[in-house]
């Protein structure tokens, strides 16, 4: 069973950036393909990226693409996400996911964090 912790949201201005990380234990982390999804007050969880356990086969969504990079450090197991650029609408909690059970931008991984939460003022 693996256990993926968020951290590094916060509160930032427009046009700032923010890194976020997901440590993860009590598994295979480097055999699993790991994502970020995110979830504003009252829509449903969204895809926003994906990396493969290499660290190739990166995607991301259409919305933060030239904005946020995912990378992945299988020494420490643990998957990052740096967001530049940040926008009002990036505002939501972000989730760290792995392990796909489906398709990679639907929310259907085995693994879930907790979420941590990154506010964006205009």
């Known amino acids: 069973q693996v256990q993926l912790v968020e951290s590094g949201g916060g509160l930032v201005q427009a046009g700032g950036s923010l890194r976020l990380s997901c440590a993860a234990s009590g598994g295979s982390f480097s055999r699993y393909a790991m994502a970020w999804f995110r979830q504003a007050p009252e829509k449903e969880r969204e895809f926003v990226s994906r990396i493969g356990w290499s660290g190739s086969n990166i995607y991301y969504s259409g919305s933060v693409k030239g904005r946020f990079t995912i990378s992945r450090d299988n020494a420490k197991n643990t998957v990052y996400l740096q967001m530049n650029s940040l926008k009002p609408e990036d505002t939501a909690v972000y989730y760290c996911?792995?392990?796909?059970?489906?398709?990679?931008?639907?929310?259907?991984?085995?693994?879930w964090g907790k979420g941590t939460l990154v506010t964006v003022s205009s």
């Open positions: 996911a792995g392990n796909s059970r489906g398709t990679y931008y639907t929310p259907n991984y085995a693994y």
